[in-house]
């Protein structure tokens, strides 16, 4: 059988095609598999890891994907757990749906290892002060080797309770960065979190007829000398907790930021709280029962007198007010109620009188 000339001319470069899809087919397979087996070691690595530092680990099952645009392992119903010790006095867990390290080719070609955590994930801590609980949806996360951290989800629910604090909040649209660094120089950071968020959703916030957006926050807790015999999640290996910023937006203009320092383990040190634009959060929470009656009667006045007889260009254009709050052994020496009423109402009249 003889094949025409048009046949053979349009015969070749079918075949040079053909073979140039089959070499990279067979190049793909190869770095796909060489790729899977190196997460799974990564991940073996991390597990080992982790039992000897006390965590117990377990997945239901294993298995490899993404072929051929990309390459991940993934861990179905992965459990994370710590039983509380004598060296390690906490008790913590982590559970999550589906666990997936690696991604498409084109996430891999970056340094760091992209992981998904699809679905609901929930993580604790229990301690002898402390009790914290973290639920996220859909996160995502990066694991550098620089020792930083950086993830996103689209929610998240976070819940504290302390010896004096029971605050819960929910975040929309979070993402940040996550340091650590566990055998940190004295006085470095050993672990760090910058956090930024959409909005805030707080128990607290609806009945002062509030709501925040544009949430930040940063933080770092430097090493202490008792690092070494101190657990990771112990304040005792800390030095100093540094507050640079954990600020929010409610209203149009107004945003309420801290920043401070604390001294560790004792958790002595200083707040510092920044109002900016602060008259139409005063006059919110001037309706707002709780607060009104924390006010003194002569600070109310001067309150209600600046936000009624000025014009509307004054009070955009007003300086932001500041406040010095002292805590000791982790507490405010003083309920809000009376550091509102020893607020210096003096300062406050002769900066209205001098508008």
Partial sequence: ???????????KPGLVIACLVTVLLCA???????????????????RMALQTAGWTTTVERTSSGGWPFGAW?????????????????FDAGWSGTTLRAGGSWLDLMRTDLPVFLSGRNAARFLSLTAQ???LSQDLHLRFSK??????????????LTTEGLDQSASLTEVSGRLLAVPHAAYGTTRLGLELSARSLHSPALPSLQLSARGVRFIAALTSSTRKDTA??????????????????SFGDDNRLSFSGALDLPAATGHLTLTL??????????LNTVPVRT??????????????????????????????DIPVVNGHFPMPLETLLKNISTQKIDVSHSRE
């Avoid at 793909?28 to 991390?46: G, Y």
């Avoid at 392992?73 to 006095?89: D, I, M, W």
């Avoid at 620089?146 to 819940?159: V, Y």
């Avoid at 006010?295 to 509307?312: F, G, M, V, W, Y």
Wanted: aromatic share 8%.
């Fill in 146 to 159: 620089d020792q930083n951290t950086t993830f996103k989800a689209p929610s998240a629910e976070l819940a």
């Fill in 28 to 46: 793909d397979t190869l770095l796909w598999w060489r790729t899977t087996r190196m997460i799974e070691r990564e991940i073996a690595t991390c």
């Fill in 132 to 134: 914290a609980t973290v």
């Fill in 73 to 89: 392992v993934t861990l179905s119903s992965p459990r994370l757990r710590h039983e509380q010790t004598v060296a390690a006095p």
């Fill in 276 to 285: 900016l634009n602060w008259h139409e959060a005063a006059e919110q929470l």
């Fill in 294 to 323: 924390a006010l003194a009667p002569d600070l109310q006045i001067i309150l209600e007198r600046t936000l009624h007889n000025q014009s509307p260009d004054i009070l955009r254009n007003n300086q932001s007010v500041s406040l």
């Fill in 231 to 248: 657990s990771f999640f112990s304040l005792e290996g800390y030095d100093r907790l540094l507050l640079q910023t954990a600020t929010f």
């Fill in 1 to 11: 059988m003889k094949l025409s000339l048009n046949t053979a001319r349009y015969l």
